[in-house]
């Protein structure tokens, strides 16, 4: 069974930092391209930060400069470090794996969510 589990979520004070963590289980982590997204109360889910098998790594250009998202393989991990948070970084925090197999068939899991306030 595939599970993912996010943690490291909360309040924080704007220019704040929070380290975001996913621990997957029940997929061959190093093969899937790992990846954060975000919803706001009202707003659409939006991609944050994705990291491929490889190491490569692209984010929503509102994010650049302030996020990084990273990966360890060994502890089947992907982090998301927040620095210089704003405001409008408030929101469910979301762990997603994806992966395309050999035949063409999508394996796509998310996590349950972690909230990140921010908020003086």
């Known amino acids: 069974q595939v599970q993912l589990v996010e943690s490291g979520g909360g309040l924080v004070q704007p220019g704040g930092s929070l380290r975001l963590s996913c621990a997957a289980s029940?997929?061959?982590?190093?093969?899937?391209?790992m990846g954060w997204y975000r919803q706001a109360p009202g707003t659409q889910r939006e991609l944050v930060a994705t990291?491929?098998?490889?190491?490569?790594?692209n984010y929503v250009d509102s994010v650049k400069g302030r996020f990084t998202i990273s990966r360890d393989n060994a502890k089947n991990t992907v982090y998301l470090q927040m620095s210089f948070l704003k405001s409008e970084d408030a929101a469910v925090y979301y762990c997603?794996?994806?992966?395309?197999?050999?035949?063409?068939?999508?394996?796509?899991?998310w996590g349950q969510g972690t909230q990140v306030t921010v908020s003086s």
């Open positions: 997603n794996a994806r992966y395309e197999d050999v035949v063409g068939r999508n394996h796509d899991y």
């Open positions: 990291i491929t098998s490889g190491g490569s790594t």
């Open positions: 029940g997929i061959n982590f190093r093969v899937y391209v």
